[in-house]
């Protein structure tokens, strides 16, 4: 059975920090690009990073940018987001999502699995 599953969301406070992480079972992650999304309600989904199938190649999206840290351990079969210095806009689900696009941050890239998502919420 294959499965994508997103863990370590809570609740914190500003400033605070939290690791989320993205177990894969079913599939080899290592052949698979992967990006970390939040949607917050009343908004789009926003990509805010990848890295590529070997970790060799990471990007952010600028609200994140030097706060946030991708990860992958393909031993592990396991992806992670560290977050630090948490800001209440970062508040949202995140998801982790997989595709082997050629370009390991392509935008329009079509991911074969999804996470179900874990809430972050960042109180003030």
């Known amino acids: 059975q294959v499965q994508f599953v997103e863990s370590g969301g809570g609740l914190v406070q500003a400033g605070d920090s939290l690791r989320l992480s993205c177990a894969a079972s079913?599939?080899?992650?290592?052949?698979?690009?992967i990006a970390w999304f939040r949607q917050a309600p009343g908004n789009e989904r926003e990509r805010v990073s990848c890295?590529?199938?070997?970790?060799?190649?990471?990007t952010y999206a600028d609200p994140v940018k030097g706060r946030f840290t991708i990860s992958r351990d393909n031993a592990k079969n396991t992806v992670y987001l560290e977050m630090n210095s948490l800001k209440p806009e970062d508040t949202a689900v995140y998801y982790c999502?997989?595709?082997?696009?050629?370009?390991?941050?392509?935008?329009?890239?079509?991911?074969?699995?999804w996470g179900q998502g874990t809430q972050v919420t960042v109180s003030s």
């Open positions: 079913g599939f080899a992650l290592q052949y698979y690009h």
């Open positions: 890295i590529s199938y070997d970790g060799g190649d990471t």
């Open positions: 999502a997989a595709h082997r696009d050629s370009y390991y941050c392509s935008a329009g890239a079509s991911y074969y699995y």
